[in-house]
């Protein structure tokens, strides 16, 4: 969490009439109680907090649609606020405003085995989510690093490790239900597998980080829990042949469930972190899913395949205890980096690039984070093309900063002008905001649009996703 | 194709300076000859064709974006045409314009073996690519029935037998180029496998069936070819067996990379069309994909499966020219229907609805067409919950249309109520608009309001996707 003063915005004219009418819908449910006003201006990012006007807690989609039309009435902005993990500064209030959180809204209102899908309300977090879910035989996939909410997720479009295999979250929503910044309720998508029938407005929302609506339900597709797994560990001479390696098992179509890149200082910092006893060297982290004659067949054929570029002998890990500590270390990564080099803070890359140009992009980018006297421990999704350099910077060091965000800026152009994109998970934000002309070009003006239809006075998380 | 009388529109007073500004730019790439008109003024659907104003015969998105902002100019529509289909009358210009062939936008831009991707003109059909890819070990697997341009399934969000393995067009498709109504040219989505990077446009122009713009590019994500594969077929004692089986299956997790199902008057005309001599008796036809031994492995639990539902033996089918012929004959299943019964002309039901819905949404199908004395094969992707049931009518007897229009009301009826949609794969074009109300609520506000945005004059298509 960021210890940095929040910014304290001026006040609209019209905030204490809107105050006054949600202290009529909510009760003590909306607070302006300081320390509830700073929890809620900040997020996991380098990004300096501000104050938010109030904070709301809404119980029903009935109440975030009032909220809705109270806000437009008064042109007051809204802030959707889940987990709070976004590392992008997603949710950051930089006009005031009225933070929506979500986390009277945490329930799985149905769960349907057969059609192997559920229904939920935004404010659950995946955990809380998988937990419900036990002796179902069903699971839910998706999984970033921080314990975050699934409105949250939904609004980044978020993946993980098991993106690979699952997909990510524009692969398992199914449908939504919204209210709109006039405070209209829509559903969006169905419980059916596939359709047809007109514009897809579930894909607008996945993403659309809280700048078109308040999403208040979400359809989610689970997946079977795999009849096996096995994972194993696998340590390289250089970081160069452990992408090599990764990229080449994509291309070989072995089937492997989850396939991370950690490179040797982040191995340091998890080693620090969750006390584990890696050499100092470049690993890829494997799961393999199946039955446990496929999952046998599948993990010996990659140990070959890793030998061939020089890679190790495998750790194997295969006790279902050893194998949520693996996991959980690699999920932990960030917080292992927040806590490596104190008082460096996280500026977060994310590109996701076409495989072939992974290997060229992860060295270029470490060469140059290592020029300019960064350290920047690398994390990766290798099999997806993503990866994460994590430059930690001293945000009272000016100069730091602004090497930092040179290395950056080249990494991001350099993804993109291979084919690939600025962010593969963590979303715009204030991060990636200037970025997106770049990236989009024309398109950015058809985005702009979109956002103007739905949202004309700029109420919903303003000044995030599209540049001014 | 369609015999009926086409209907002749009147032209609009600006159509002269249009089409002389259209010649001068295409020369003889603008045709207004009649049997060219009546040629793109129609499709495989039972609605009546109707006559466009010219065809234009782009080279390139250049030209396409000259088109675009000359019709914006005068006010005329503009109708893409790819392979002309559609059996929801998706491509009739119902208010006149000028057509957009893709015929001479068909090349292959790029393949890019290392990264599963290509990038390919709207024009290019579906086999013409397979074609193409022969001996690069990728191919690309959306398969509806007809050998549909990839613009037009990118247009109607396709998909086939292949959806339940592979995913739909909503899966394979990762950037797009686009032409807008005002001929400005933007790009969508990029070569990379995932991204957070701003709102999804690849997907909202996913499915706009020509209403949105004018897609001139198609980032493919391909599929490694699978090493082996074997088909079977089984017959079953009852529709309602056969279905059951197919759910059974599903939930049991078991990896089948096709189940379809066909009743027996499917197979009967089936068996007329292409020559086969299956017993007259509902069949699911299965395909198996892997290596050897897992396919084995599988077909044989699939087997099992099958005989406790009252299944027959397996009819194998292993040699690669029986497995095209078993699915050329259910890809020519429309064809087959056809031919079945004349004079009698399609509508196409195409509902997807939860797994667990399925069996009861069929049967309760079945008989309200036997009760209404409707001939009615079908066929279902039934992995994905998705079926046809093929009504067949004569137009001329406006009784029996009648009556086929009551039963596919119903059937969406209860396939919404469900939790399904009206159509899974086929698109809304002309045929499903009196639905969408019902299936979208509010929510078709939202879509009217991005029509409204990204064609404010409404000459994309106009008249399609969404009812008045």
Known sequence: MNAQTPIQHEHSPRLPQAIAELQALLHDRLSTVESVLAQHGRDESWHNPELPDAVAFPNNTAEVSAIAKICSAHKIPMIPFGAGSSVEGALIPTMGGIVVSTLNMNQVLAVHPDNFDCVVQPGL??????????GTGLFFPIDPGADASIGGMTATRASGTNAMRYGTMAEVVRGLEVVLADGRIIRT??????????????HLFIGHEGTLGLVTEIILRLSPLPESATAATCRFPSLESAVQTSVALMQAGIPVARIELLDELMVDAVNQYSKMDMPLLPHLFFEFQGSPSRTKEDALLVQDLCQEFGGDEFQWTSSPEEMT?????RH?????CMAYRRPRKLMTTDVCVPLNNLTECILSSRADAEAQGITAPILGHVGDGNFHMVLLVDPDNADEVQRAEAVNTRLIERAIACGGTSTGEHGVGLGKRAYMQTEHGEALNVMRSIKQTLDPHNLLNPGKVLPD
């Open 332 to 336: 932990n990564c960030a917080y292992a």
């Open 325 to 329: 500590q693996l996991w959980k270390a």
């Open 125 to 134: 977090s995946r955990k809380a989510l998988n937990q419900y879910l036990k």
């Open 189 to 202: 998508g169905s419980r059916a597998r596939k359709s047809s029938a007109g514009y897809d407005l579930t």
